[in-house]
C-alpha cells in the first residue's frame, strides 16, 4: 500500500518563501510520475506542478510557472515543492499524488494515491 506524506506547510507572508515535501513508502516510487495539487476553501482542487517519473521533465500550472519547483529525489522516495514569491492567492491545501503513468498529467483523475494534505497560508 502507498503512503504519501506531506510536510512543510505554515503561514508565511507574501512574498515569502516554503519548501514542501512528500515522503512516500510502499509501492514502486520511481515508476510513477508525481504531483502536486492544491484545493482552496470554496474551490476545485488544482494541479500545480508534476515531474516524469525518471526526473527529466517538470510540468507547471501557469499560475505558478517561475515562481514553483518541482523536483524528486528517488532513492530517498521524496518529492519537493519549492514556493518563491508567494502570493496569497496561492494560499491552500497542498496534495502530494501518485500517477497512474510515468508521466504527470493535470488532472486529478489520473492519480491513483494521495497524501493527507498540508496548510498552506499566505497572508498579505
Known amino acids: 500500500q502507498v503512503q504519501l506524506v506531506e510536510s512543510g506547510g505554515g503561514l508565511v507572508q507574501a512574498g515569502g518563501s516554503l519548501r514542501l515535501s512528500c515522503a512516500a513508502s510502499g509501492g514502486t516510487f520511481g515508476a510513477s510520475g508525481m504531483g502536486w495539487f492544491r484545493q482552496a476553501p470554496g474551490k476545485e482542487r488544482e494541479f500545480v506542478a508534476g515531474?516524469?517519473?525518471?526526473?527529466?521533465?517538470?510540468y507547471y500550472a501557469d499560475s505558478v510557472k517561475g515562481r514553483f519547483t518541482i523536483s524528486r529525489d528517488n532513492a530517498k522516495n521524496m518529492v519537493y515543492l519549492a514556493m518563491n514569491s508567494l502570493k496569497p492567492e496561492d494560499t491552500a491545501v497542498y496534495y502530494c499524488?501518485?500517477?497512474?503513468?510515468?508521466?504527470?498529467?493535470?488532472?486529478?483523475?489520473?492519480?491513483?494515491?494521495w497524501g493527507q494534505g498540508t496548510q498552506v497560508t499566505v497572508s498579505s
Open positions: 515531474v516524469r517519473w525518471g526526473n527529466t521533465s517538470t
Open positions: 499524488a501518485r500517477s497512474r503513468t510515468l508521466g504527470a498529467g493535470t488532472s486529478p483523475v489520473g492519480y491513483d494515491y
